[in-house]
C-alpha cells in the first residue's frame, strides 16, 4: 500500500499537499488577523468604538477560520477511509461519509466558494 501521506486526493493533490495547505493558510491568516487587530487599533479611542470593532474582528476572524475547516474535514474522511483500507481492503466512503461530502459540496455552491461538476 502507498505512503497515507503521497496518497493523490484528486488532480495531483496529496494528503500531504493538503496538510501543508492548511497549515500554511493558518498562518498565514493568523498573521493578516494579527496585523488587521495592530492597524485597527489606532481608531479605538474609546469603550464604544471598542465595542463596535469588536464584533467586526470576531466575524472577520469566523470567515479566515471557516474556510479551511472543509479542508480539515476533507483529510478527516481521508484519513478514515485510508484507515478503513488498511483493515478491511475496503476504502470506499460510507453512505454517510457520501451524504456529508454532498451536503457540504452543495452548501458550499450556495456561499459561491467554489462551483460543483
Known amino acids: ?11 495531483n493533490k496529496t494528503v500531504s499537499n493538503l496538510m501543508k495547505e492548511i497549515y500554511d493558510n493558518t498562518n498565514k491568516k493568523q498573521k493578516m488577523l494579527y496585523s488587521t487587530i495592530d492597524d ?3 481608531y479605538i479611542r474609546n469603550i464604544g468604538d471598542a465595542v463596535q470593532i469588536g464584533p ?4 472577520y476572524s ?3 477560520v471557516k474556510s479551511d475547516e472543509h479542508l480539515i474535514k476533507l483529510v ?3 484519513t478514515k477511509a485510508s484507515e ?8 470506499s466512503l460510507t453512505d ?5 461530502l454532498t451536503t457540504q459540496a452543495e ?3 450556495k456561499e459561491g466558494n467554489f462551483k460543483v461538476v
Open 1 to 11: 500500500m502507498p505512503d497515507f501521506n503521497e496518497q493523490v486526493v484528486f488532480g
Open 40 to 42: 485597527i487599533k489606532a
Open 56 to 59: 467586526l474582528l470576531g466575524q
Open 62 to 64: 469566523d470567515i479566515l
Open 76 to 78: 478527516a474522511i481521508i
Open 84 to 91: 478503513r483500507a488498511k483493515d478491511t481492503g475496503d476504502d
Open 96 to 100: 454517510e461519509e457520501k451524504n456529508y
Open 107 to 109: 452548501l458550499l455552491k
